[in-house]
């Protein structure tokens, strides 16, 4: 062999044998899930393009691979929460509806669950959270974990400021309140109660510019007694997860990156026009780290903790001084008292609270569950061996704007089950197992984020299937690779600037 050749040997491509690939591998029994739609309106485009296609695929995949009757796929009706009672209280006010809230959901339940039969969407059980035998198990489930955190210590309960609208004579629970996200760097003014609509979360008292959906009053703050898991005190726990992400192979950057931005420590941001205000005061707060850079227009402080952070918020607000607040762990709240909800168990004689809708979503595939087992007449305590086995899976196909109560509350909340001591972020059987999550990044429609509560009206699903067929939709959908990036979705029918020679 010449020289050259001899030279030119390494950087041919070595033949790799089928033998010398890894083996994939697959669970013993998987629960598949699809993002819970409210009860509120009706299936848009973007439920079924951006979750339930995918989740379908991949569900119709697995029980191939591992036999269809090892896989439950399952989804429901998000039944509860204060956007369903503020679109039932509109659609009253206004003669458009006259039945009850329980009507309502009904109505727009059976319009969901018809949607997606059309697109041929292979689920076991699309239930209900308040309604039927799931709503019933829902219930069950939902007092059992309350009593399980309870037990484990993992309860705690906080007195905080709620909106109270004095006009209105009543308090403001979630959307009943708008304003501007305090979240540095968001620029949302879709920010409701306690979260915004990118998902981000803090206290209520934070909230910028906060005014009644009811009155267009500025609501009081008035002090209230809740129920919170306190997800600061997993940290270091909830580190070894996401850290543990990248090598799993079946987890996106997508959901590790963004769990990644709330763990940073307490931080505040002030523009730096306040440099000198912020210095003569700087002594009286709390031990802190500034972090000042030339090249930016604000500068940071950094908080050991959420109680230091917040006597800094006090002492920056009494002083004039303009800030705003970084992405981090804060308490999870479990309970709220609007009457549109599950019913929270009696506990240290807290009577009339009801779960707060997000964290009860959370668990509403385990009460769904339940419920299939229940009715294809399997024994009670089967529904473990999905979601307490080491040898299952269970997948969670949602959108990137619920990666933050998908990520990090559910996964810390499923921690806290474990008992009171010796808690780990790799859980063994009879533990619940933490969830594979799949998110997907937004599904625009005309280059543009699709909210139904946004200005831009995103088509229903429905509407859909007067231009296209199903398949061809689902083919679509299956094809704009949301695994990657955003992207936006342009049906000529739909689309005002469309000209003849479009696509």
């Known amino acids: 062999m010449g020289k050259n050749n001899q030279n030119n040997e390494q950087y041919r491509p070595k033949k790799i044998s089928v033998f010398d690939l890894p083996r994939p591998s697959f669970p013993k029994r998987a629960v598949v899930t699809g993002g819970m739609p409210y009860g509120n309106k009706k299936l848009h485009f973007g439920h079924v393009g951006g979750v339930f296609v995918q989740a379908d695929c991949f569900a119709r995949f697995l029980r191939d691979r591992i036999g269809e009757e ?14 369903i009672v503020e679109s039932y209280r509109k659609l009253c006010e206004t003669g458009k509806f006259d039945g009850s809230i329980e009507d309502f959901v009904r109505i727009n339940h059976e319009s969901q669950k018809e949607v997606l039969g059309k697109y041929d969407i292979s689920l076991n059980l699309f239930a209900a959270s308040g309604l039927g035998e799931s709503k019933d198990v829902h219930a069950d489930v939902s007092s059992e974990l309350m009593h399980q955190w309870y037990e484990n210590g993992h309860l705690e309960k906080m007195v905080t400021s709620q909106f109270y609208d004095a006009k209105a004579g009543q308090f403001l629970n979630g959307r009943q309140v708008i304003g501007k996200c305090p979240v540095d760097k968001c620029q949302s003014d879709k920010a409701y109660a306690d979260e915004c609509s990118l998902g981000h979360q803090y206290m ?158 959370l668990w509403a595939p385990i009460s769904f569950t339940k419920t299939y087992l229940k009715q294809q007449g399997k024994p009670e305590d089967e529904w473990e061996k999905y979601w307490k086995s080491t040898d299952s899976e269970v ?65 229903m699903a429905e509407d859909l299937l007067e231009y296209y067929t199903a398949e061809q939709l689902r083919a679509h959908f299956l094809g704009l690779g949301l695994s990657l990036k955003s992207v936006s979705f342009q049906p000529k029918p739909l689309n005002p600037a469309a000209g003849e020679k479009d696509a």
């Not at 796929?73 to 039944?79: H, L």
């Not at 609501?219 to 997993?234: A, H």
């Open 395 to 459: 997948f969670q196909f949602i959108g990137q704007d619920n990666i933050y109560f998908y990520g990090i509350a559910e996964m810390a909340m499923f921690i806290a089950l474990q008992g009171k001591e010796n808690l780990t972020a790799f859980p063994s059987d009879g533990q619940y197992t933490l969830p594979t999550l799949v998110a997907n990044n937004h599904i625009l429609f005309l280059n543009k984020k699709a909210s139904s509560s946004g200005d831009i009206k995103p088509p």
């Open 70 to 83: 090892n896989v439950i796929f399952v989804s429901g009706t998000d039944c509860y929460g204060s956007p």
């Open 204 to 361: 209520p008292a934070d909230l910028i510019n906060p005014k009644s959906t009811l009155t267009g009053e500025t609501p009081e703050m008035r002090d209230v007694v809740n129920w919170y898991i306190d997800i600061t005190k997993f940290n270091e726990l909830m580190n070894e997860y996401v850290d543990s992400l990248p090598e799993k192979g079946n987890s996106r950057p997508l959901v590790y990156n963004t769990i990644k931005e709330f763990m940073l420590p307490p931080m505040i941001y002030i523009k730096k026009d306040f440099i000198d205000e912020y210095t003569a005061i700087k002594s009286q707060m709390p031990e802190h780290i500034l972090n000042l850079e030339d090249n930016k227009t604000s500068f940071s402080i950094e908080f050991k903790n959420l109680n230091d952070r917040d006597k800094a918020k006090e002492l920056l607000s009494d002083n004039n001084i303009r800030f705003r607040a970084g992405k981090t762990l804060v308490p999870f709240r479990l309970t709220g008292n609007i009457e549109w909800g599950v019913p929270a168990p009696v506990l240290d004689g807290e009577d009339g609270l009801t779960i707060w809708v997000w964290p009860e979503s």
